[in-house]
């Protein structure tokens, strides 16, 4: 197994990443990525949680150097944020880079942090949450369709609180998919959602089994921001993988794709 989507102290993770790689060999995996967050907000704004993009370069080769000292391959990538603004501006970043995989993250529906906190989608009717969820799968579509990255971040992040939507599969959530299937990325199985409230991985099975109809393909990753979560979660995810109706996986290297058996 592989576990790409993680975080290091050059973003909101606890650990370094030679921390992280390290508990990554200890936990016998095959390849293990790092993926800290990078956002170009529309208004300029920043956010603790995300590196500066002045860092990139020495991000990229401390996540390097980590691998050194380790035998097990390391993949570099980002997470980033998608905003139509500043889509060319992002892929100009990224693309200038020698990253092997990028995952591409919808954390804002507009102005709205869809993963900042429970109170803020507790004080919402529930007409105002379905609109804030349609927001958030019309940015996941644009997304696809902006072709600047390898896979997409936990799916469906905005039920993390646990106000999911009404309908299991609705319309907006399926022009995503889609669009995503179109695009030729991957969906991750995201499985930090486990530890969430909502107590399901990102996505719900019901849209994996729609992702999987699509030949969607698929990844397993746990969002780790400490080095004890690197693989959490990963013999339920391999089940709900194997329910949803994969039987392969996919790797990453240099941004190229290859297939590997679940
Ligand atoms: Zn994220
Ligand atoms: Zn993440």
Redesign the pocket.
């Known amino acids: 197994m592989t576990s790409y989507h993680n975080h290091t102290v050059f973003s909101d993770g606890k650990a370094t990443a030679e921390e992280m790689v390290r508990a990554a060999a200890e936990a016998g995996l095959a390849e293990v990525g790092i993926s800290d967050?990078v956002v170009l907000h529309p208004e300029g704004k920043t956010f603790k949680w995300a590196m500066p993009p002045e860092r990139l370069d020495e991000y990229v080769a401390t996540a390097r150097a980590a691998a050194e000292r380790f035998n097990i391959p390391v993949r570099v990538g980002v997470?980033a944020d998608f905003f139509p603004e500043t889509a060319e501006a992002t892929r100009r970043l990224l693309a200038a880079r020698p990253f092997d995989f990028l995952?591409g993250?919808v954390?804002f529906a507009a102005g709205f942090l869809v993963?900042a906190g429970r109170k803020q989608w507790a004080e919402l009717n529930e007409a105002q949450r379905e609109e804030k969820w349609t927001v958030y799968w019309h940015r996941i579509r644009d997304l696809a369709r902006s072709g600047i990255f390898d896979f997409v971040?936990?799916l469906d992040?905005p039920k993390r609180f646990g106000f999911k939507q009404k309908e299991e599969l609705p319309q907006a959530a399926l022009d995503a998919l889609d669009e995503i299937a179109r695009s030729g990325m991957a969906v991750e199985i995201n499985t930090a959602g486990w530890t969430h409230k909502v107590q399901e991985a990102y996505p719900s099975p019901a849209l994996l089994r729609e992702a999987c109809r699509r030949k969607i393909p698929t990844l397993i990753n746990a969002?780790a921001h400490a080095p004890q979560d690197i693989a959490q979660g990963f013999g339920p995810a391999k089940l709900l993988a194997r329910e949803a109706g994969y039987s392969r996986v996919v790797r990453y290297e240099g941004r190229r794709r290859r297939d590997w058996p679940l």
């Open positions: 967050h997470e995952i993250s954390h993963d971040a936990h992040v969002d």
